[in-house]
């Protein structure tokens, strides 16, 4: 029988589009598959920005709007590679694919929800995900917007990545973010935690780059939790043509600097997780003991003028 495993829940998200929550997800979840991690992404835009780079037909599979319903067993609609099907996903990595119908189910779940709140929707899904033990991550994939779908997922994930490139709008948008994760900490999710902000489309070479990066590390390492990921994905056209092809970079380019550079960060990524670990149980892992200082509920603002 195959080992069960433990699934953590992790949200990707940032308010502002275009900022790599989708291409961070994806190539994150591959990088953890090319090390025997087995990953289960839920995407939860009616953009399907995650569907559709992964390749699979946008509208042809029930997926994240029945499951967010209650209509659709979340398990029996992850989908895996199906060479009939014409599904080719990165190895250790399974989707839930989103349609358009998404958009509109807001007004579906306050209709079923009449006596509950709709914003738990993902509660009984993640649960069943949980209990198969058949995954190590389930990656949430949001929307640039708080929409339902994005608010289920602040409610349920354990962790959150927030991925931003180093531009001014994308950077100060940061702050937007840190104070939603502040408030669905108070209200409704005291375990969700900030595992790491992911850059993407890092060009070192300029200055309002540098500067940018510079001020991020300055924050997040008084923001007295785990803060960016020393590894930046550079700007690479791989990562576009890849999207564009359906696939993952460790499917297109193995051998490219960027495939690398998020070969690097699944690495980072479990190590963060195996610190965490070792502070939630210090018996198992020398690791942590002392690392992370306890969540401030308010962190310092984006300086303006500071950041470029
Ligand atoms: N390292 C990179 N180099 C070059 N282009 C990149 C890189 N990372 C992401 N991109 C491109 O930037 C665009 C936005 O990325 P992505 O779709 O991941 O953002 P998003 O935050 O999910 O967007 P949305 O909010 O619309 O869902 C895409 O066209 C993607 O291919
Ligand atoms: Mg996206």
């Known amino acids: 029988m195959d080992e069960r495993r433990q699934t953590t829940v992790i949200a990707v998200g940032n308010q502002k589009g275009g900022v790599g929550k989708t291409t961070t997800t994806i190539n994150l979840a591959a990088a953890l598959g090319a090390l025997g991690k087995q990953s289960l992404i839920i995407d939860l835009d009616g953009n399907r920005g995650a569907t559709r780079s992964l390749g699979v037909p946008p509208e042809s599979y029930r997926g994240t709007y029945e ?51 709709y914003r738990d929707c993902l509660r009984r899904p993640i649960e069943k995900l949980v209990a198969t033990g058949r995954w190590d991550y389930v990656f949430l994939d949001t929307a640039p917007n708080i929409n339902t779908p994005t608010a289920a997922a602040y409610r349920v994930a354990e962790w ?69 990921f020393k590894t930046r994905i550079s700007t690479s056209v791989a990562v576009p043509e890849a999207q564009d092809s359906g696939k993952s970079v460790f499917q297109t380019e193995p051998d490219h600097k960027v495939t690398e550079e998020y070969r690097q960060l699944a690495r980072e990524f479990l190590e963060r997780l195996d610190i965490a670990e070792g502070m939630r149980n210090p018996k198992a892992s020398k690791k942590g003991r002392g690392v992370l200082k306890k969540p401030r509920s308010r962190r310092k603002g984006v300086a303006h003028g500071k950041a470029a």
Not at 92 to 105: K, M, T, Y
Not at 174 to 190: E, F, H, Q
Not at 210 to 217: A, H, P, Q, T
């Open 67 to 117: 499951v967010l319903l209650g209509d659709e067993d979340p398990v029996a609609v992850a989908l895996e590679t199906d060479a009939e099907e014409g599904i080719e996903l990165p190895p250790g990595v399974a989707l839930i694919p989103a349609s358009r119908d998404l958009e509109r189910v807001d007004g579906e779940l306050i209709k079923v929800h009449r006596l509950t709140d």
């Open 160 to 228: 959150f990545i927030l991925t931003a490139t180093p531009e001014r709008l994308a950077i100060e948008g940061l702050n937007d973010a840190m104070s939603d994760i502040d408030t669905v900490r108070r209200y409704n999710n005291p375990d969700l935690k900030l595992l790491g902000v992911a850059l993407s489309c890092v060009n070192r070479r300029t200055l309002l780059a540098k500067r940018i990066l510079g001020w991020v590390e300055e924050t997040f390492a008084e923001a007295g939790e785990f803060g960016d």
